[in-house]
C-alpha cells in the first residue's frame, strides 16, 4: 500500500488584491447605483378604499366599478407594490365611473367624490369615495303598443306569457328606471313576438321624464314599448 503526500506552498496575497476585495463590498453594497429611484420621491401606495354615502349598492359592487385597487398580503410582505402608486387623475376618472353606473341604475342625479388622504410620512395613501345617490327615478306609467291589425293585437295581448311579461319586465309600472335595462327589455319582447309566430318583430323602448315632477323633487317617468308584429 503505498501513500502519496503532496505539499504545495502558499503563497502571499498581494496587498493590492486585499485593497481590491475591501473595496467590492463599498462599490456594489453601499453605494446606490444611478438607475435606483430616490424613495422619498416616490408616490405613495394606494392602501386603502373607502365608500360612504352609498346606500342602495354595497361597497363591494362599488369596487367592481373603479379601476383603482389595493396590494394584496402578499404583496406587501414582498414589498411588490409599485403597481399600486396613486394617480389622482385615474381616481378621478373612478369618480366619474361610480356616477355612470349609478345614473344608469336610475339615479340620474348621482355625485360622487374622490377624497384622498395621505399619510404622515408620505408613503402610504387611502381614498374615501363619497356618494350622494340622489332621488331614484321611477316609472309612473308603462305602455306596450301595438302597431298591428285588431285581430293580430288582440291575440297578441290575449297570450297568458306576454300579460305575464308585460307586467313584470324591468320597465314595468312602479319599478325604477334603468337604461342598462333597456337591451333586456326589447329582447324579451321580441323574443316573445317570435314564439308566437311573427319572425321580424320591431320593438323599441320610448321614455319620457315627467316636467311637472321634477318641481316636487320626485322623478317620475312615463315609457312606451312600440311593436310591429
Same mark, same amino acid.
Given at each position: 500500500?503505498?501513500?502519496?503526500?503532496?505539499?504545495?506552498?502558499?503563497?502571499?496575497?498581494?496587498?493590492?488584491?486585499?485593497?481590491?476585495?475591501?473595496?467590492?463590498?463599498?462599490?456594489?453594497g453601499?453605494?446606490?447605483?444611478?438607475?435606483?429611484?430616490?424613495?422619498?420621491?416616490?408616490?405613495?401606495?394606494?392602501?386603502?378604499?373607502?365608500?360612504?354615502?352609498?346606500?342602495?349598492?354595497?361597497?363591494?359592487?362599488?369596487?367592481?366599478q373603479?379601476?383603482?385597487a389595493?396590494?394584496?398580503?402578499?404583496?406587501?410582505?414582498?414589498?411588490?407594490?409599485?403597481?399600486?402608486?396613486?394617480?389622482p387623475?385615474?381616481?378621478?376618472?373612478?369618480?366619474?365611473?361610480?356616477?355612470r353606473?349609478?345614473?344608469?341604475?336610475g339615479?340620474?342625479?348621482?355625485?360622487?367624490?374622490?377624497?384622498?388622504?395621505?399619510?404622515?410620512?408620505?408613503?402610504?395613501?387611502?381614498?374615501?369615495?363619497?356618494?350622494?345617490?340622489?332621488?331614484?327615478?321611477?316609472?309612473v306609467?308603462?305602455?306596450?303598443?301595438?302597431?298591428?291589425d285588431?285581430?293580430?293585437?288582440?291575440?297578441?295581448?290575449?297570450?297568458?306569457?306576454?300579460?305575464?311579461?308585460?307586467?313584470?319586465?324591468?320597465?314595468?309600472?312602479?319599478?325604477?328606471?334603468?337604461?342598462?335595462?333597456?337591451?333586456?327589455?326589447?329582447?324579451?319582447?321580441?323574443?316573445?313576438?317570435?314564439?308566437?309566430?311573427?319572425?321580424?318583430?320591431?320593438?323599441?323602448?320610448? !321614455? @319620457?321624464? #315627467?316636467? =311637472? &315632477? +321634477? %318641481? /316636487? *323633487?320626485? !322623478? @317620475?317617468? #312615463?315609457? =312606451? &314599448? +312600440? %311593436? /310591429? *308584429?
Open positions: 500500500m503505498r501513500t502519496h503526500l503532496s505539499f504545495c506552498r502558499k503563497r502571499a496575497v498581494s496587498p493590492f488584491l486585499w485593497a481590491l476585495f475591501l473595496c467590492l463590498p463599498m462599490l456594489f453601499m453605494t446606490p447605483l444611478p438607475h435606483q429611484p430616490d424613495p422619498e420621491k416616490e408616490p405613495p401606495v394606494l392602501y386603502q378604499i373607502r365608500f360612504e354615502g352609498n346606500i342602495t349598492y354595497p361597497s363591494l359592487v362599488l369596487r367592481e373603479i379601476a383603482a389595493t396590494p394584496s398580503l402578499r404583496e406587501r410582505l414582498f414589498r411588490r407594490v409599485g403597481a399600486y402608486t396613486v394617480d387623475d385615474e381616481l378621478q376618472k373612478d369618480a366619474i365611473r361610480l356616477e353606473f349609478y345614473r344608469r341604475r339615479f340620474p342625479n348621482a355625485v360622487v367624490v374622490a377624497d384622498l388622504r395621505v399619510k404622515e410620512n408620505g408613503r402610504r395613501a387611502s381614498v374615501t369615495f363619497r356618494v350622494e345617490e340622489g332621488l331614484a327615478q321611477r316609472i306609467r308603462s305602455e306596450v303598443v301595438i302597431h298591428a285588431s285581430a293580430t293585437e288582440n291575440r297578441i295581448r290575449g297570450d297568458r306569457a306576454f300579460v305575464a311579461l308585460v307586467n313584470n319586465h324591468a320597465m314595468a309600472e312602479g319599478k325604477r328606471y334603468q337604461p342598462i335595462f333597456t337591451t333586456d327589455v326589447t329582447g324579451a319582447f321580441r323574443s316573445m313576438l317570435e314564439e308566437m309566430g311573427y319572425p321580424w318583430p320591431e320593438v323599441e323602448v320610448v !321614455a @319620457e321624464a #315627467d316636467k =311637472e &315632477a +321634477e %318641481g /316636487d *323633487g320626485d !322623478a @317620475e317617468l #312615463d315609457q =312606451e &314599448a +312600440e %311593436g /310591429d *308584429g
